[in-house]
């Protein structure tokens, strides 16, 4: 009889064992295979959120990020403007070697459609993917008729599902784009864009300023749309334009009931923010957040846009299988065309932190920004200094997915994943900074390539004060302890300057 109790006892232990060992092959498939959500912010500088060093503005949710994940300390955008950026962080390509640039509102669609991306890579293993938000990739092949099938767009190149401002919120038009379907368009009442001549018979900002909530220089100062002119002309569509204060709340609702749709997959969502860029019109509920105007305002109402996503996360019971990546598309801009105070209102906030330079800037300011990663359970509460890019984004998450990817695919993109999630200290070697000029940087040093004398302060930077880091001399700086930039090393590191000099040639000269 005790023999029996013992031998029950021993079986009942080892199925309870093999329950465990399914439990736990379980749990590690499900990791193996997290959700992934990319909360990509536009023009926000290393400095502007709390863990960062920000001044006049608090961002709770995104210090609580910090505290409990990996808070990178040498992470860039591949560029220092946004086009750029995005083209390269879901091609893992670099910009230049398609010419990215910032484009206008009725640009053709800037990824091939036969290119790999990001979403394409996922989707062999089974990913749903979606992007929200702000997209400034181009849409069509040229001569969008916006009153039909807006094709190619995001779902020819890898996305199941888009809800986006088909360019961004300074340019027309300003009506939001889901799939291929402008949003409550009126047959009676068709869209027609024109980036040349003026066309239709809403006000103009350059002849009617004393409509505008706020003025604006000549390039911004064409269409007006709630009070608020615009780049380029835009008649019709009255019925679908878009309120510019409601854009948290539409965007996180369909981000939301993406992830809702996609719970029982592994999905990734590509959150693409509008926020900080100009116009900056945040929420009533945000108005007054800060001491620094609309700018500030729109930084606290970022901060409760993460939080509004994280809480469904959490709600649905997924936030121990979701990577979040915390992160913005180049670094800050004060005045880019609008007079909203931000410059006024400033205070003694520091944008860039220590960092010289900003938006369209090869000075580090254009390019480091806040980067954050944060996944329960994997990720451990840590600050890196690993040297990181975007463009590393699609080798190291498609690896993470377990996706098989031909060199040829992955192109310029490296698998930095083990720095990524806190694992290394090593991260790349050297690093490509694009910008109006290319920079190249080691751990320790930065390089900044020489341009012809009329390209290196033009005008339109100086609009803006914003330092483009051009010069017609070759710059070096040591920037592990010369962090800011303040002194050209070039003359007295002329071995350092020929090895840079010699990877960036390389790169540049690569044709992948």
């Known amino acids: ?65 910090a505290a409990q994940g990996l808070r990178m300390t040498d992470a860039h955008s591949g560029a220092s403007t946004c086009t750029p950026s995005r083209y390269s962080l879901l091609t893992g390509r670099y910009a230049f070697r398609n010419q990215a640039a910032v484009l206008p509102g009725d640009a053709p669609l800037l990824i091939d459609t036969a290119q790999i991306t990001l979403p394409k890579l996922l989707g062999r293993a089974g990913y749903r993917s979606a992007v929200v938000g702000k997209w400034h990739l181009g849409l069509g092949n040229g001569n969008i008729d916006w009153n039909g099938s807006v094709s190619p767009g ?30 409550n368009l009126d047959p009676n009442d068709p869209i027609s864009v024109s980036y040349g001549a003026p066309i239709g018979d809403r006000p103009l900002g350059y002849e009617h300023p004393e409509l505008l909530r706020y003025g604006a220089d000549r390039q911004h100062g064409e269409t007006i749309v709630n009070g608020i002119s615009r780049i380029g002309y835009m008649a ?46 945040p ?62 209102l400033l205070g003694d906030h520091l944008p860039g932190g220590i960092y010289r330079g900003g938006k369209y800037s090869a000075f580090e300011a254009g390019t480091r920004v806040p980067t954050i990663v944060y996944w329960p359970g994997q990720v451990q509460p840590a600050v890196s200094e690993a040297l990181f890019t975007q463009v590393d984004l699609m080798a190291s998450l498609s690896a993470l997915a377990g996706v098989q990817a031909a060199d040829s695919e992955l192109s310029d993109s490296q698998n930095q994943m083990e720095a990524m999630l806190g694992r290394s200290a090593q991260g790349r070697k050297y690093m490509l900074e694009e910008a109006y000029t290319m920079a190249i940087r080691s751990k320790d040093w930065k390089y900044i390539a020489p341009v012809p004398a009329d390209k290196a302060y ?38 350092v300057v020929a090895e840079l000099t010699n990877e960036l040639n390389e790169l540049l000269k690569d044709n992948l």
Not at 18 to 33: A, D, G, W
Not at 284 to 308: H, K, L, N, P, Y
Request: charged content about 20%; hydrophobic content about 40%.
């Open 154 to 183: 995001p779902l020819e190149i890898g996305f199941d599902y888009s809800y986006l401002l088909p360019a961004t919120g300074d340019r027309v038009p300003t009506v939001y784009l889901e799939n291929h379907e402008v949003v």
């Open 236 to 281: 019709g569509g009255e019925e679908a334009l878009w309120v510019d204060e409601e854009f948290p709340e539409v965007l996180n609702q369909k981000a939301i009931n993406f992830i809702q749709e996609s719970k029982g997959d592994p999905f990734f969502l590509f959150y693409s923010f509008h926020d900080i860029h100009v116009p900056r019109l």
């Open 283 to 344: 929420n009533e509920q945000f108005q007054g957040a800060s001491t620094m105007g609309v700018r500030g305002d729109a930084i606290a109402q970022m901060d409760w846009t993460v939080g509004q996503i994280l809480n469904e996360i959490e709600r649905l019971g997924l936030a121990e299988n979701t990577l979040v990546i915390f992160t913005s598309d180049n670094g800050p801009v004060l005045n880019d065309g609008y007079d909203d105070q931000a410059v006024e």
């Open 1 to 65: 009889m005790q023999y029996r109790y013992i031998k029950t006892f021993i079986l009942l232990a080892v199925v309870g064992g093999l329950v465990s060992c399914q439990e736990q092959v379980q749990k590690r498939t499900i990791v193996e295979k997290p959700n992934i959500v990319i909360f990509y912010v536009d023009d926000l500088g290393y400095g502007d959120v709390g863990c960062y060093g920000a001044k006049g503005v608090q961002t709770p949710v995104v210090d609580r990020l």
């Open 458 to 495: 033009p005008a339109w930077l100086k609009d803006k004060d914003v330092e483009g880091g051009m010069d017609t001399i070759p710059q070096l700086y040591h920037v592990a302890n010369d962090p800011s930039e303040q002194v050209n090393v070039a003359a007295q590191n002329p071995e």
